[in-house]
T-cell receptor, first 118, second 117 residues
């Protein structure tokens, strides 16, 4: 079975600074997707960024980028120029791409609570 | 973008009663919906996978007779918590996958906060 591990329960960063959230995963599959989701106090899950395992290039979405190390099974999220609105709980998630994707659920890590100070 | 709605957003009920939570896809048809449960400051735990027109698949440790799932149509799935107890108090989130695109993106409902007294 696949597992996702986030070893940082809490992180903090100052506005305009950069912070990196860690995530490791375990799988025997070769084809999968990795995601970072943001859950603000409203509890609505928001997709931040995704990475296809077959792609070597790290995904980037504006101030958010990932460092995907497939061999090491590591998938960290870097937030640049942090803003107050980035404060939230961040979840790393895995989804198999081997089988029918529509029928395959996300597997989440335990989450990292990010606080941003001014 | 796609929108997923959940109703009610929050509910308070007495112990022993049943509560139904609806999850609707407003923009597209979903053959599969997922139900997650999230306790305070914890992660989302998959409870079951709901398939339109067939029985739901439950994760290990989730009582199928207690958490009844009905995927009545391609846009509606319901989760009924039967004989609710205080330990069932949690945040319930539905999720579904939009097919047909190059990437099957997963969308989440806003969640339902259940409090059992």
């Amino acid at each position: 079975a696949q597992t996702v591990t986030q070893s940082q329960p809490e992180m903090s960063v100052q506005e305009a600074e950069t912070v990196t959230l860690s995530c490791t995963y375990d799988t025997s599959e070769s084809d999968y997707y990795l995601f970072w989701y943001k859950q603000p106090p409203s509890r609505q899950m928001i997709l931040v960024i995704r990475q296809e395992a077959y792609k070597q290039q790290n995904a980037t979405e504006n101030r958010f980028s990932v460092n995907f190390q497939k061999a090491a099974k590591s998938f960290s999220l870097k937030i640049s120029d942090s803003q107050l609105g980035d404060a939230a709980m961040y979840f790393c998630a895995y989804r198999s791409a081997v089988h029918n994707q529509a029928g395959t659920a996300l597997i989440f890590g335990k989450g990292t609570t990010l606080s941003v100070s001014s | 973008g796609a929108v997923v709605s959940q109703h009610p957003s929050r509910v308070i009920c007495k112990s022993g009663t049943s509560v139904k939570i609806e999850c609707r896809s407003l923009d597209f048809q979903a053959t599969t919906m997922f139900w997650y449960r999230q306790f305070p400051k914890q992660s989302l735990m998959l409870m079951a996978t709901s398939n339109e027109g067939s029985k739901a698949t439950y994760e290990q440790g989730v009582e199928k007779d207690k958490f009844l799932i009905n995927h009545a149509s391609l846009t509606l799935s319901t989760l009924t918590v039967t004989s609710a107890h205080p330990e069932d108090s949690s945040f319930y989130i539905c999720s579904l996958v939009r097919q047909g695109l190059s990437y099957n993106e997963q969308f989440f409902g806003p969640g339902t906060r259940l409090t059992v007294l």
